[in-house]
T-cell receptor, first 115, second 113 residues
């Protein structure tokens, strides 16, 4: 069966420090991968998605970047965190080439607090 | 672009009360519609979905009907339980390269015993 791992679960980082959040998927190949952010009092915002190794699409301009160095690994990074980067970050995956009504699977999330 | 609008929460109900969470969407074509639920401290999981007009998705006593004429997908449950306390997200997906979901703002439901 497929599983998705996301870590760390909680992170407190000072302003200006770097960030690296990792997400890995097991039990499938060539998945579509996504990073979402849920800011306090707001809904889920799509940050990045990837349909293949090295292929990254950005949905919003920001202080963050994403990379996909391996088929089932998706990394969210920042060189210098801002206070506004605080939030709950969720990684998700979908099997590629499936119809639009296919269920997406989410990781447990990372709560990031920038202080 | 695509968008999903949900009623703002929190919604506070007593156990066994009737629940409605409104959701409307804007999208071209014929999107698929979803309700995802986020229990405290967890990621999202699919609650139900509908693919075309007049489809009804249902799961765990929750229901939602795809209404194309009103571009709505309201979530309902006849009798809520304390264990239903969670954040509920309405979402849509269209045929595109990434098949990504567009989410509403989420509605927090609190059920009191």
């Amino acid at each position: 069966s497929q599983t998705i791992h996301q870590w760390p679960a909680t992170l407190v980082q000072p302003v200006g420090s770097p960030l690296s959040l990792e997400c890995t998927v097991e039990g499938t190949s060539n998945p579509n991968l996504y990073w979402y952010r849920q800011a306090a009092g707001r809904g889920l915002q799509l940050l990045f998605y990837s349909v293949g190794i090295g292929q990254i699409s950005s949905e919003v301009p920001q202080n963050l970047s994403a990379s996909r160095p391996q088929d089932r690994q998706f990394i969210l990074s920042s060189k210098k965190l801002l206070l506004s980067d605080s939030g709950f970050y969720l990684c998700a995956w979908l099997p590629s080439g499936q119809p639009k009504n296919t269920e997406a699977f989410f990781g447990q999330g990372t709560r990031l607090t920038v202080v | 672009g695509d968008s999903v609008t949900q009623m703002e929460g929190p919604v506070t109900l007593s156990e066994e009360a009737f629940l409605t969470i409104n959701c409307t969407y804007t999208a071209t074509g014929y999107p698929s519609l979803f309700w995802y639920v986020q229990y405290p401290g967890e990621g999202l999981q699919l609650l139900l979905k509908a693919t075309k007009a007049d489809d009804k998705g249902s799961n765990k006593g929750f229901e939602a009907t795809y209404r194309k004429e009103t571009t709505s997908f309201h979530l309902e449950k006849g009798s809520v339980q304390v264990s239903d306390s969670a954040v509920y997200f309405c979402a849509l997906s269209r045929d595109n390269a990434g098949n990504m979901l567009t989410f509403g703002g989420g509605t927090r439901l609190m059920v009191k015993p």
